[in-house]
């Protein structure tokens, strides 16, 4: 592929990514999700918390970790935590426990790593 392409392939991708992003600004979901996140982090710097210290008193378990960590005797490793990817412009989901996947492998090769694992959802 020749630069020039390659350039106007770049430039139609991110024209399309802007126009996402516009639609995006006009969802009132989003809107909300966006007055509930600095509502709550206002919240948690008046008294001095972090959302670490929120999910110890939610669910002391998790001990403000985003999954929980199976402690293994010596030798043994850890088990993995299922990592979920969905690709917004499929709509396909991907459920790994690593990241050795053909399709994983696929979506980073075409849209970048850093992109692919803003995918994450779980």
Known sequence: MSRLAEYRKLEQQLAAQ????????????????????????????????????????????LGGKSAPVVKAEKGTRRARVMK????????????TKGGNHKTLKAWKAEHGSETVESWLSV
Do not use: Q
């Open 18 to 61: 802007l126009a996402e992003l516009e639609a995006m600004k006009d969802d009132s979901g989003l809107k909300t999700e966006m007055e509930f996140e600095s509502k709550l982090r206002s919240l948690l710097d008046e008294y001095g918390y972090s959302l670490r210290d929120v999910i110890n008193v939610i669910d002391p378990a």
């Open 84 to 95: 979920v990817y969905k690709n917004p412009h499929t709509d396909e989901v991907v459920e």
